[in-house]
């Protein structure tokens, strides 16, 4: 069986607003999602109330807790629409309980959660060892649609910058 077969047997739709939350941090969501439309973000909350952004999801991305989904723990992070948006969500066993027994699904399963491996780990390496000139000029060249849609404030966050540090970066490489 292929994944969006079982998504469309198993699998709820589930649509968002705009500022609608899908999970916050601290919540428990044992679910899977996979984006069809619309954009989110996901990101982390500092005790101090400071936000430091995960990532940006697109269509065709999917996402999780793994923490709250795996084990006994919450979601370390939250889950926010950008803009209204529509995504298919399955609980994380039924997942197990399909691939336990379809060696195919197993297979794509195995695929996804390396891609989504690969897309954190990309993030790290740039994040950890990248400039944040650096960083914006992959992400400008990479996921152009990002920056018509997502604000400044959320774009110098995701870099790990102030707005007005973002703003330099900006013009420094457009010039």
């Given at each position: 069986?292929?994944?969006?077969?079982l998504l469309?047997?198993?699998?709820?739709?589930?649509?968002?607003?705009?500022?609608?939350?899908?999970?916050?941090?601290?919540?428990?969501?044992?679910?899977?999602?996979?984006?069809?439309?619309?954009?989110l973000k996901?990101?982390?909350?500092?005790?101090?109330?400071?936000?430091?952004?995960?990532?940006?999801?697109?269509?065709?991305?999917?996402?999780?807790?793994?923490?709250?989904?795996?084990?006994?723990?919450?979601?370390?992070?939250?889950?926010?629409?950008?803009?209204?948006?529509?995504?298919?969500?399955?609980?994380?066993?039924?997942?197990?309980?399909?691939?336990?027994?379809?060696?195919?699904?197993?297979n794509m399963?195995?695929?996804?959660?390396?891609?989504?491996?690969?897309?954190?780990?990309?993030?790290?390496?740039?994040?950890?060892?990248?400039?944040?000139?650096?960083?914006?000029?992959?992400?400008?060249?990479?996921?152009?649609?990002?920056?018509?849609?997502?604000?400044?404030?959320?774009?110098?966050?995701?870099?790990?910058?102030?707005?007005?540090?973002?703003?330099?970066?900006?013009?420094?490489?457009?010039?």
């Open positions: 069986m292929k994944f969006d077969e469309q047997l198993e699998g709820k739709r589930i649509e968002k607003s705009k500022g609608e939350h899908v999970f916050m941090q601290g919540d428990s969501d044992k679910s899977f999602y996979q984006v069809e439309s619309g954009l996901a990101y982390y909350t500092s005790e101090e109330g400071k936000e430091s952004i995960k990532s940006f999801l697109l269509p065709g991305d999917s996402i999780g807790s793994m923490t709250s989904a795996f084990s006994e723990g919450n979601c370390s992070f939250s889950l926010v629409c950008l803009e209204p948006a529509r995504l298919n969500m399955i609980p994380v066993e039924t997942l197990q309980e399909y691939s336990r027994n379809d060696l195919e699904l197993a399963m195995i695929e996804l959660l390396i891609h989504v491996a690969m897309k954190k780990e990309k993030r790290e390496y740039e994040f950890l060892c990248l400039s944040a000139e650096e960083q914006f000029i992959r992400l400008e060249k990479s996921t152009p649609a990002l920056l018509e849609k997502v604000t400044q404030n959320d774009l110098a966050r995701y870099l790990g910058l102030t707005p007005v540090g973002f703003s330099r970066i900006k013009k420094r490489v457009h010039n």
